[in-house]
């Protein structure tokens, strides 16, 4: 089961040149790249070389930092695509396989092909047995997104195959790994967390059903996956699966331009998905919902939301791509009101909070106008929270679909690296001191470290202690992202 992505020459893409001006009057030709959605790119590979100038651009929000068949999104359209299917249709009418597959392989597989990668996740779906002793290494409340960093990257011993990149049958088989055992980790994170048996993963069972059973089951007795709550799971899973170069797929392709182990690479995806920005917004959807807590406290969060001076934002709301609705929430939409109505959850009160807001939000002109519009978190929670996956799980859950993203990423970016080889390396715009004289520990008295010398040692520590303050409390509205 090896099979290369598509290779698309980005030499092909260029149809004419642009002429950039310097300052000094240099002139240099850059080439003018239209992709297949015909989005225009200025190919700046020569700039620097040839003119010794840099861009800068933090938050790469005008910068592409690679080219990739796999996901397409038109932010202006709402459109999301693996590999050219719509997600709409991927996640109503396919199953967690085929878009696995697809993102993989390219292409949606034959019944032969599908029983054949079916095969091939499910039979290594179980971790080395010491590798679950590192759980036991964790405190009691750590979080399982710690726990997972952890984990995952611990696999990189585990799999002495992986660090052979350059193999693609070790490569294949890093991703297909990837895949099989991320349910399985997770769930243990769980239930070590929570002092529970662990449950291992029953191979009769598909994608979804397993972990659910993994999460939730006991030994000492049956326990019936509901079908419903399963589907709905599928359907979270296939819709967080990829999403192009976001935080965390950038992180692991960043890592993974150093050659490094696939494995370790996953995990600091994990890491970067954590952070409230990222993955961790679902959870603090429900968290902000939750102090919310009514409905005629709505326009308080929404005043709080537009203050620039306080650093409450609304959770659930905005995205760097999508300037209107993300497709993937109204799929998730539709999820949340089946789930609570199989459930016969009536009158949930978060639902309540989360539907007025919807409805306020997006009639309010400071959302409308910055084009702030439900993204995919903010009905995701709930749904979650009626399959009775605990709140610190959430973003777990999203680590263990984007696994099947990360993975067709890297390979994408490790292939490519077999034909040119370039590590990650941005440059950045120095603005700290130049070269100045070393100043032995008698001479030396503490200042602001910004204004050389001219702070006196009493106003360096009232300045000191501020910002400690704000730090702190910054810390404590942007973690929790609370409204209080
Ligand atoms: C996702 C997110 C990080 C994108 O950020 P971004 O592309 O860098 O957008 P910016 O931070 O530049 O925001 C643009 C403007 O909208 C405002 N804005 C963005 N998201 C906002 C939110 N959720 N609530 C209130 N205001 C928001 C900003 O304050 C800024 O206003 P300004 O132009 O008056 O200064 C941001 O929208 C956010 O923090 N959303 C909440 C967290 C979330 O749901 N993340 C999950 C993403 S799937």
Same mark, same amino acid.
């Given at each position: 089961?090896?099979?290369?992505?598509?290779?698309?020459?980005?030499?092909?893409?260029?149809?004419?040149?642009?002429?950039?001006?310097?300052?000094?009057?240099?002139?240099?030709?850059?080439?003018?790249?239209?992709?297949?959605?015909?989005?225009?790119?200025?190919?700046?590979?020569?700039?620097?070389?040839?003119?010794?100038?840099?861009?800068?651009?933090?938050?790469?929000?005008?910068?592409?930092?690679?080219?990739?068949?796999?996901?397409?999104?038109?932010?202006?359209?709402?459109?999301?695509?693996?590999?050219?299917?719509?997600?709409?249709?991927?996640?109503?009418?396919?199953?967690?396989?085929?878009?696995?597959?697809?993102?993989?392989?390219?292409?949606?597989?034959?019944?032969?092909?599908?029983?054949?990668?079916?095969?091939?996740?499910?039979?290594?779906?179980?971790?080395?047995?010491?590798?679950?002793?590192?759980?036991?290494?964790?405190?009691?409340?750590?979080?399982?997104?710690?726990?997972?960093?952890?984990?995952?990257?611990?696999?990189?011993?585990?799999?002495?195959?992986?660090?052979?990149?350059?193999?693609?049958?070790?490569?294949?088989?890093?991703?297909?790994?990837?895949?099989?055992?991320?349910?399985?980790?997770?769930?243990?994170?769980?239930?070590?967390?929570?002092?529970?048996?662990?449950?291992?993963?029953?191979?009769?069972?598909?994608?979804?059903?397993?972990?659910?059973?993994? !999460?939730?089951?006991?030994?000492?007795? *049956?326990?019936?996956?509901?079908?419903? +709550? %399963? /589907? =709905?799971?599928? @359907?979270?899973?296939?819709?967080?699966?990829?999403?192009?170069?976001?935080?965390?797929?950038?992180?692991?392709?960043?890592?993974?331009?150093?050659?490094?182990?696939?494995?370790?690479?996953?995990?600091?995806?994990?890491?970067?998905?954590?952070?409230?920005?990222?993955?961790?917004?679902?959870?603090?959807?429900?968290? !902000?919902?939750?102090?919310?807590?009514? *409905?005629?406290?709505?326009?308080?969060? +929404? %005043? /709080? =939301?537009?203050? @620039?001076?306080?650093?409450?934002?609304?959770?659930?709301?905005?995205?760097?791509?999508?300037?209107?609705?993300?497709?993937?929430?109204?799929?998730?939409?539709?999820?949340?009101?089946?789930?609570?109505?199989?459930?016969?959850?009536?009158?949930?009160?978060?639902?309540?909070?989360?539907?007025?807001?919807?409805?306020?939000?997006?009639?309010?002109?400071?959302?409308?106008?910055?084009?702030?519009?439900?993204?995919?978190?903010?009905?995701?929670?709930?749904?979650?929270?009626?399959?009775?996956?605990?709140?610190?799980?959430?973003?777990?859950?999203?680590?263990?679909?984007?696994?099947?993203?990360?993975?067709?990423?890297?390979?994408?970016?490790?292939?490519?690296?077999?034909?040119?080889?370039?590590?990650?390396?941005?440059?950045?715009?120095?603005?700290?001191?130049?070269?100045?004289?070393?100043?032995?520990?008698?001479?030396?008295?503490?200042?602001?470290?910004?204004?050389?010398?001219?702070?006196?040692?009493?106003?360096?520590?009232?300045?000191?202690?501020?910002?400690?303050?704000?730090?702190?409390?910054?810390?404590?509205?942007?973690?929790?992202?609370?409204?209080?």
């Amino acid at each position: 089961m090896v099979q290369e992505t598509k290779h698309v020459g980005i030499e092909s893409l260029s149809t004419e040149n642009a002429t950039l001006k310097l300052p000094n009057g240099q002139k240099i030709d850059l080439p003018f790249l239209t992709d297949a959605a015909n989005n225009q790119f200025l190919d700046i590979r020569k700039l620097q070389p040839s003119t010794g100038i840099c861009t800068y651009d933090p938050g790469y929000t005008s910068t592409g930092s690679c080219s990739s068949t796999i996901t397409y999104i038109d932010g202006k359209e709402g459109v999301l695509l693996y590999r050219g299917y719509n997600i709409e249709d991927l996640a109503e009418q396919g199953d967690f396989l085929d878009s696995a597959y697809l993102l993989l392989m390219n292409e949606l597989p034959t019944a032969e092909q599908k029983a054949t990668f079916e095969q091939e996740i499910t039979m290594h779906t179980l971790v080395h047995e010491q590798l679950i002793h590192f759980y036991k290494g964790f405190k009691h409340d750590a979080h399982p997104m710690a726990i997972m960093t952890g984990v995952v990257g611990a696999l990189s011993a585990f799999e002495p195959y992986a660090a052979d990149i350059a193999d693609p049958a070790s490569r294949m088989r890093s991703c297909l790994r990837m895949i099989s055992r991320m349910p399985t980790l997770a769930a243990i994170a769980y239930r070590t967390s929570r002092g529970y048996p662990i449950i291992y993963p029953r191979n009769d069972l598909d994608y979804a059903s397993r972990f659910l059973h993994m !999460m939730f089951a006991w030994p000492t007795q *049956k326990y019936d996956v509901d079908p419903v +709550l %399963a /589907r =709905a799971l599928e @359907k979270i899973l296939i819709l967080h699966m990829d999403h192009e170069q976001n935080a965390s797929t950038s992180t692991v392709r960043t890592a993974g331009s150093s050659q490094a182990n696939p494995f370790a690479c996953i995990a600091s995806g994990i890491a970067a998905l954590w952070g409230p920005a990222h993955g961790g917004a679902n959870e603090a959807v429900l968290r !902000m919902l939750e102090d919310i807590g009514s *409905k005629d406290r709505i326009p308080e969060a +929404l %005043a /709080r =939301a537009k203050d @620039k001076k306080d650093p409450f934002r609304l959770m659930g709301f905005g995205h760097r791509v999508y300037k209107t609705f993300d497709p993937r929430a109204k799929v998730m939409r539709k999820v949340c009101h089946e789930v609570l109505e199989h459930l016969q959850i009536k009158d949930d009160a978060l639902l309540d909070i989360a539907m007025e807001l919807e409805n306020v939000a997006t009639h309010d002109p400071y959302f409308v106008q910055r084009g702030l519009y439900p993204n995919v978190d903010f009905y995701s929670g709930i749904v979650l929270r009626a399959l009775g996956v605990p709140l610190d799980m959430f973003t777990v859950l999203f680590a263990v679909s984007r696994t099947c993203g990360w993975v067709a990423q890297w390979k994408e970016m490790a292939e490519e690296q077999q034909r040119t080889p370039k590590i990650s390396r941005p440059r950045q715009m120095y603005t700290g001191y130049m070269l100045r004289p070393y100043v032995p520990l008698g001479d030396r008295y503490a200042k602001d470290h910004d204004e050389a010398g001219t702070v006196s040692n009493q106003d360096a520590a009232a300045a000191r202690f501020a910002n400690s303050m704000a730090l702190e409390s910054r810390q404590v509205s942007c973690n929790a992202a609370r409204m209080v």
